[in-house]
């Protein structure tokens, strides 16, 4: 899978990332330069997980987000439909239960989470306003959700540089350090054609999230949007 487009198919995307596993996490570091990082501990304050609480982390990958929930004290479930991303997640991090799963049919009793979170993988899910119900379906009331997803930067010049490093750059840039440079053609592909902040908000709403917010990181470039189900 090379481009974009509203018809994925889950196992050609479930294939895709299993290709890049084992140096995903580097990539990111390399291709956000440096902001992945960053990022990831806005997420983790932004999820706020506690002792005691259960935290899903979707399309968590090979667990590197789902691991400061998990020192925070939360009981912290990642789950995700590739398996080479859990093959090598459970390599890397054998105290997480890691758990294979299709967000839009997730494997868990309904009102099993006090938060779930995903991160940089809603775009990739064939039904995304299903898998966003099905993030609420498995909340308890009163819960929360986080999502972390590319988004559009507000700058209408930076805007167009971010494009133009996206499309140009970026692929380049992927050859030094992925094994497929074609996957982050996808993705950066998908990142064009993913819904502005309000938008994604307005999806949030319509599967049933309520006090829906966002703020954004780095320009725009990534929003962070949050909801709680209702009590």
């Known amino acids: 899978m090379t481009r974009a487009s509203l018809d994925k198919q889950p196992h050609e995307v479930a294939s895709m990332f299993d290709d890049v596993a084992a140096r995903y996490d580097l990539t990111n570091d390399v291709l956000s330069l440096g902001q992945a990082r960053l990022w990831r501990r806005a997420v983790a304050r932004a999820v706020d997980a506690r002792p005691g609480e259960r ?58 989470f006090d938060v ?28 929360r959700v986080v999502i972390c997803e590319f988004s559009q930067p507000v700058w209408k010049p ?11 750059a970026l692929p380049p840039l992927a050859r030094t350090v992925c094994s497929n440079p074609d996957a982050y053609v996808y993705l ?5 054609s993913w819904p502005d902040q309000p938008a994604l908000a307005g999806r949030l709403q319509h599967a049933g999230w309520q006090r829906v917010a966002w703020r954004n990181l780095s320009g725009g470039i990534v929003a962070l949007h949050r909801g709680h189900r209702p009590d």
């Open 55 to 112: 935290v899903l982390d979707l399309a968590a990958g090979t667990g590197t987000s789902a691991l400061p929930y998990a020192a925070d004290g939360a009981y912290t479930v990642a789950c995700d439909f590739s398996l080479g991303m859990l093959q090598e997640g459970q390599r890397r991090n054998p105290q997480l239960p890691f758990v294979a799963g299709d967000g839009t049919r997730l494997p868990f009793a309904d009102g099993t």
């Open 158 to 168: 930076f805007r167009t540089v971010y494009t133009e490093y996206l499309m140009r």
């Open 116 to 143: 779930v979170t995903n991160s940089f993988g809603l775009r990739n899910f064939q039904d995304v306003d299903l898998a966003l119900a099905e993030l609420l379906r498995v909340t308890k009331p009163g819960g």
């Open 188 to 192: 950066a592909e998908s990142v064009r």
